[in-house]
């Protein structure tokens, strides 16, 4: 396991309803996973993403995929909901990722391969990514 590696920002202004923060915060504490900063988590969730994610745990690289918690709760409403309204109260989601992953460039160049997306901000794209990624680990 790589401890050291580089790091790029990642910045996105989140919609707040979806508590994207105080979610990865519960995944930490509930999976005792203090020690992985959230910036890796988002790390995770968004290559998830990228990669195709599907609805299935097991999509999930071991040992990630055993951190479950008991499910979203029902008062979050889902990302795609809530980008729809015309007003969104928003949250900085800042992450240092690990620049390798290449993220920021992976994100535009999802974007740009998606021609529907084309308009749509880089940090709806990251509310959604982290949203379904939280929603099938349990949180």
Same mark, same amino acid.
Do not use: C
């Given at each position: #396991?790589?401890?050291? $590696?580089?790091?790029?920002?990642?910045?996105?202004?989140?919609?707040?309803?979806?508590?994207?923060?105080? @979610?990865?915060? /519960?995944?930490?504490?509930?999976?005792?996973? +203090?020690?992985?900063?959230?910036?890796?988590?988002?790390?995770?969730?968004?290559? =998830? $993403?990228?990669?195709?994610?599907?609805?299935?745990?097991?999509?999930?690289?071991?040992? =990630?995929?055993?951190?479950?918690?008991?499910?979203? *709760?029902?008062?979050?409403?889902? &990302?795609?909901?809530?980008?729809?309204? /015309? $007003?969104?109260?928003?949250?900085?989601?800042? &992450?240092?990722? *690990?620049?390798?992953?290449?993220?920021?460039?992976?994100?535009?160049?999802?974007?740009?391969?998606?021609? +529907?997306? @084309?308009?749509?901000?880089?940090?709806?794209?990251?509310?959604?990514?982290?949203?379904? =990624?939280?929603?099938? #680990?349990? $949180?």
């Amino acid at each position: #396991m790589q401890r050291h $590696f580089d790091r790029e920002p990642l910045n996105a202004s989140v919609p707040e309803a979806l508590e994207i923060g105080l @979610r990865l915060e /519960r995944l930490r504490v509930v999976s005792r996973i +203090g020690r992985i900063p959230p910036a890796d988590l988002v790390a995770l969730g968004l290559d =998830w $993403f990228l990669r195709g994610g599907s609805n299935d745990v097991d999509d999930i690289a071991d040992p =990630w995929n055993q951190y479950r918690g008991p499910g979203t *709760p029902e008062e979050i409403p889902h &990302a795609e909901v809530v980008l729809r309204q /015309r $007003f969104i109260t928003r949250e900085q989601l800042k &992450a240092s990722v *690990p620049e390798d992953l290449q993220l920021p460039h992976r994100l535009a160049m999802y974007k740009v391969s998606n021609r +529907g997306l @084309r308009k749509v901000p880089v940090a709806d794209i990251v509310a959604v990514a982290m949203d379904r =990624w939280l929603r099938l #680990m349990g $949180f």
